[in-house]
């Protein structure tokens, strides 16, 4: 790395996650796979409108557009001679640590310091950020602590001044005043393929309406993190202990080693067989290696990091119990053999078991199964919904994150078992609200008979909820069909604890994920219940679907389809079939598929997550026709297969039981 070696908010977010990625970072030698893609990470997030939007509500300010280090220094120290200025992007150094604001507010000797953050935010003062117990809340620290680095720099570059310290995030209670508040910031890039905001349409204060992002004070808070007492357990380092630690660490390329733990599992510093063949190195494995003592043995032993849904981690090991082999009882639990199917400790024991004995076989419970089956009633209808929420609303009178329903694909079998992509919906035009039409077009699709419907996972549920919320919130008026809508909506899904009325219909949907759980399990999988897991496991595991799918029957008249045509999905590589997903082009050109994963695994993030960015690409990014079919294209695809693996698993299953 050249140049000065500062201490950076985005180092210090690194180092507050695991001082020893410090290290790592920025080397070509250690492969990040996390997306290094700054316009796939805009679009995720939208943290580069909520910025622009921030600004908005603070007119008149200066950008300090100077790259690098002194020149944006200079530049700002320049304009702080002002009695009262607003800047974006201010540049502050002291010693071996740099900042640069989002927002900073001065008026005479008082700096106001605005941090803008693309999360959303459902109270009113400092107090929504605390726990229970009154301390700071988790998932709110990463955020909490970066106001109070930049805080901590800013006091200490320009002493004498008072500063107040801010965050502004999307308000979950505000609603929008005007039509298309997210289309009048377009995401473009520049010569460089760096992302940038054009602005579209009048963005003065008066015409945004309403703001739909809140600030809060946070200097209680940040007082806090500064004594140590923002947690229940005071930590054994100063607030500026640590961040001299970390900063004289990176400044001297030096290693520092973390405890190790759960969060190991999604560390972004690893290498692929592959890259460690070409001599690149492994962080991961590093760390491991001189924490824990492993030798390249021991990475392949089934590790406690992969035992599915088990919460004592972290608690193994530091008491140096890294291995499934070296679990007992006491950190399971009693397994309930009453349970219908498996139950959760019972799936965990059969996990070790296997991983530990090396044993491949699947565990399958046939005759629970072939019961639940015969409970189903033909035609079955599989259906998997692609959403999104962003921080900005699209519409009037929507709030920040209001869910829109934005794709579904629906494939049928019949008691023959004829297979059929039977429909889809996609909102393709920008700017609208999809999420009656979607209805629509669902009840159309699935109304014509009485048959069981699938999902995968709760996401189905939890937003036909949102949306009866929002069908319940809107006028007759605007929704001629409204009661219409309502009543289906619960026909077929179950109401969730946020409903003030509960429901559940006589047609509510099948979760084949529970059953996946409840009655299927497969070493292959590794513990996950990921569909893109369970599909390839399947497909590995049959014989008969192997020997189906290895012609051209998909995308005929045998299998009908949307979206393919005469397409074979068995392909072989090294001896196994290659995951269909991996047979998709990529939607995003360029970004391998190991950063993607890596990319989405946030939980919001999770499932769905190339989906969502590609829909948040047609939405609010410049873009040419051409690509804009590309991205459409490929939509239908992804989600046609996201239902059709729902099938396979059927169909496997199917066969299984007969």
Known sequence: MDGPRYLTKARFALALECPAKLYYTGKDVYPDKKADDPFLEVLAEGGFQVGELARRYFPGGIMIGESGYDAAVTRTDELLRREEIVLYEAAFRYHGLFIRTDILVKK?????????????????????????????ERSWRPYIYDVAFQKFVLS??????????????????????????????????????????RIVGDVDPASLGPPVLVKINVDDLLERIYYGTDTKQPPRDSFEDLVALWSEAFARDMKLMAPLGAKCKSCEFYCTPAERLEGRKDGFRECWKEKAGFTDDDFLKPSVLELWDFHKKDECIQQGRYFMADLTPIDIGATNTTHDGMSR???????????????PTMELRIEELKAEMASWTYPLHFIDFETSAVAIPFHRNMSPYEGIAFQFSHHTVDEAGCIKHAGQYLAKERGTFPNFEFIRELRRQLGNDEGTI??????????????????QQSSA?????????????????????????????????????????RYYYDPLTRGSNSIKDVLPAVLNRSAYLRQKYATAVYGTQQIPSLNFKDQVWIVYRDGRPVNPYDLLPPLFEGLPDEVLKHFMSDESLAEGGAAMMAYARMQFAEMTEKERELVVQGLYRYCELDTFAMVLIWEFWKNEVK
């Open 454 to 471: 699938f999902r995968y996972s709760h996401h189905e549920n939890t937003f036909l909820n949102i949306i009866h919320d929002q069908l």
């Open 108 to 136: 005479g000797d008082s700096l106001g310091l605005i941090e803008v953050k693309a999360k959303s935010f459902d109270g009113r003062d400092a107090s929504g950020f605390l726990n229970a117990g009154g301390f700071l």
């Open 345 to 359: 400790t019972e799936r965990q024991w059969i996990q070790i078991a296997k991983a530990v004995s090396q044993d």
């Open 477 to 517: 008026q605007d929704v001629p069909d409204r009661e219409e809508l309502l009543g289906w909506i619960r026909t077929i899904s179950k109401s969730t604890g946020k409903q003030a009325a509960s429901w559940e219909g006589d047609r509510a949907m099948a979760d084949l994920w529970e059953l996946v759980k």
């Open 156 to 197: 200490r570059a320009i002493p004498g001044y008072k500063v107040k310290a801010f965050i502004m995030l999307a308000d979950k209670n505000a609603v929008a005043g005007v039509e298309g508040l997210n289309q009048r910031f377009l995401i473009a890039k520049d010569q460089n393929n760096r992302p940038v905001i």
